[in-house]
């Protein structure tokens, strides 16, 4: 198993008795100390491959408030979704054997922002995995009678193939949603906010695909029981890599075939793909149709605000190849005075095209 430089995917808890929590704050610590302020490993923050937290300090003063009981350490809750998942899920695995002995579980902000908006949005999938357990928000340093702290099961690079104990639960809390939907789903972006990323003309591709069978489906105007009653129901799912595509790893049925259209070139895809077959033993075909990425006049790097460039007919004939859409006549490419007057009609100021090399 395939593990980063921080751990994580052990399926391994830690039982602390007056543990203290301390959460995200500017100085980048945060974390749990046990009762003697060593600090518990399982509950370092990891928010990409080399970027983690630091250790609390221990205060002076003892003076902390006291949360009475016995809970589960969730870390952090982020606002964003596929940070939500990569990170504010990780530790849900243990509830499988803990469930029962927990009075809650207890979530700190992300650099004291974003909580009420995670709670919002992401509440329901909470309530999914944990099986509707009490939550509680800890924004001050809190000393906690019982606290179960879990070694992540989920997270970024290596930790996204997720854990076996961690697999297992979250796939079994979802599988009690009944598969309702269409069996060819296409997972769009085309009405997100330009700043979170595409690729020109996506409408084109959704074309494409309705000809050919497809319902084109916009999981954030759904539900979150919503969309994973979809991803059960499909069996053919086309779409841009995304955070969509790490949800519907926990839905979709073994066997399902699944084509994940790059929309930018990372090495966080690899592992996206991976996370798909190991969840639910399904088929992902990675393709790859890019020309250029177009990212803001000042960015240094292309990442996951930037707009792809596609060569349509080559994605057709991708498509074709892997049998997902039959054969037909190319669908065309865009010509500079139709990228022209896309890029014109977004909101993200001036950028520039970014070649790629094959």
């Known amino acids: 198993m395939k593990h980063n430089r921080y751990g994580g995917l052990s399926d391994q808890y830690a039982t602390l008795k007056d543990a203290v929590v301390f959460p995200h704050i500017a100085d980048n610590s945060c974390g749990v100390l046990d009762a003697d302020g060593t600090f518990c490993e399982f509950s ?19 003076n902390l408030p006291r949360l009475e009981g016995c809970f589960l350490y969730g870390g952090w809750l982020r606002a964003h979704f596929g940070h939500f998942l990569l990170e504010s899920t990780s530790r849900l695995w243990a509830l499988d054997e803990l469930a029962d002995k927990i009075d809650g579980i207890v979530f700190t902000p992300f650099r004291r922002g974003g909580v009420g908006r995670a709670r919002k949005e992401y509440g329901p999938f909470l309530d999914i995995l944990s099986g509707g357990k009490p939550i509680r928000i800890l924004r001050e340093p809190t000393r906690v009678d019982t606290l179960f702290v879990p070694d992540p099961g989920f997270g970024h690079h290596g930790r996204m193939s997720g854990s076996p104990r961690y697999r297992v639960h979250t796939r079994a809390q979802v599988a009690a949603i009944s598969p309702e939907g269409p069996e060819r789903l296409y997972i769009s972006r085309s009405a997100l906010m330009d700043k979170r990323g595409g690729v020109l003309a996506e409408t084109r591709i959704e074309t494409l695909l309705r000809a050919n069978g497809y319902t084109v489906f916009h999981p954030q105007q759904h539900s979150m029981a919503e969309q994973l009653a979809r991803y059960r129901a499909a069996r053919y799912v086309v779409g841009l890599d995304g955070s969509a595509l790490h949800m519907a790893a926990y839905a979709l049925q073994p066997g399902a075939r699944v084509a994940m259209i790059l929309r930018r070139r990372a090495g966080l895809l690899a592992d996206l793909a991976n996370q798909i077959e190991l969840f639910a033993n399904a088929k992902v075909h990675s393709l790859d149709a890019l020309r250029a990425s177009w990212v803001a006049h000042d960015a240094k790097r292309v990442d996951f605000r930037s707009i792809g460039e596609l060569d349509f007919n080559l994605l057709q004939r991708q498509l074709t190849a892997a049998g997902f859409i039959d054969d037909s006549a190319p669908i065309g490419n865009l010509d500079p005075s139709e990228i022209d007057a896309i890029l014109t009609g977004m909101d993200r100021g001036d950028m520039r095209r970014v070649p790629l090399n094959d």
């Open 44 to 62: 370092r923050g990891v928010m990409g491959p080399r970027r983690a937290t630091t250790e609390p300090q221990m205060p002076r003063s003892d």
